[in-house]
């Protein structure tokens, strides 16, 4: 059974910097390219950033280029997601998510259960 | 950027088909995916590439693609199909995903 499970969510104050963990199984982890969405409360699902199976290839949307940093280590079948200079707007829900291939654009076809992140 | 726009809310009758649609500037050139989200949830892939379904979604899933509209279209609508439905592509000239904001199906 795949399964993805996030970590490290909490309430941080603005400015400050926090770092979000993802846990696989399941899955051949390193085959597999790797996502992070979140959903703010009441909102819509927002693409932040992908990384190829290799973590060759780092992906960010606009609003996050810069403050966002994600990673993985095959070894551990983990993903990660450094997040500094957090405003209030980046509250919201995040999930860990697997891509359907290693690299380039295709469906997301597993979900975590998400880590609630608060900025106030 | 590009965007993609879903209707906010869809009602449909149990039975019924339901028919929910992703507006985007020539979306037929583009795979469109859509997802499931029920209330306290997270999303599932219920379309992909279009047309395609994951193993274990039901065959009353089923998706289209053509000129600027792709269309999620859910036959003999069930109770349990009550949920918020996503689109979603990737937009090349950025390397970003694209979602749509969302239509959330209400079975009457």
Not at chain 2, 47 to 64: L, Q
Not at chain 2, 84 to 90: A, I, K, L, P, T
Request: charged share 20%; proline share 4%.
């Amino acid at each position: 059974e795949v399964r993805l499970e996030e970590s490290g969510g909490g309430l941080v104050q603005p400015g400050r910097s926090l770092t979000l963990s993802c846990a696989a199984s399941g899955f051949t982890f390193d085959d597999y390219a790797m996502h992070w969405v979140r959903q703010a409360p009441g909102k819509g699902l927002e693409w932040v950033s992908g990384i190829s199976y290799d973590g060759e290839r780092l992906e960010y949307a606009d609003s996050m280029k810069g403050r966002f940093t994600i990673s993985r280590e095959n070894a551990k079948k983990s993903l990660y997601l450094q997040m500094n200079s957090l405003r209030p707007e980046d509250t919201a829900l995040y999930f860990c998510v697997k891509d359907m291939r290693g690299v380039g654009a295709s469906a997301l076809d597993m979900w975590g259960l998400g880590t609630m992140v608060t900025v106030s | 950027s590009y965007v993609l726009t879903q209707p906010p809310s869809v009602s449909v009758a149990p039975g019924q088909t339901a028919t929910i649609t992703c507006g985007g500037d020539d979306i037929e050139s583009k795979s469109v995916h859509w997802y499931q989200q029920r209330p306290g949830q997270a999303p599932v892939l219920v379309v992909y590439e279009d047309s395609d379904r994951p193993s274990g979604i039901p065959e009353r899933f089923s998706g289209s693609n053509s000129g600027n509209t792709a269309t999620l279209t859910i036959s003999r609508v069930e109770a349990g199909d009550e949920a918020d439905f996503y689109c979603q592509v990737w937009e090349s000239s950025n390397n970003d995903r694209v979602f749509g904001g969302g239509t959330k199906l209400t079975v009457l």
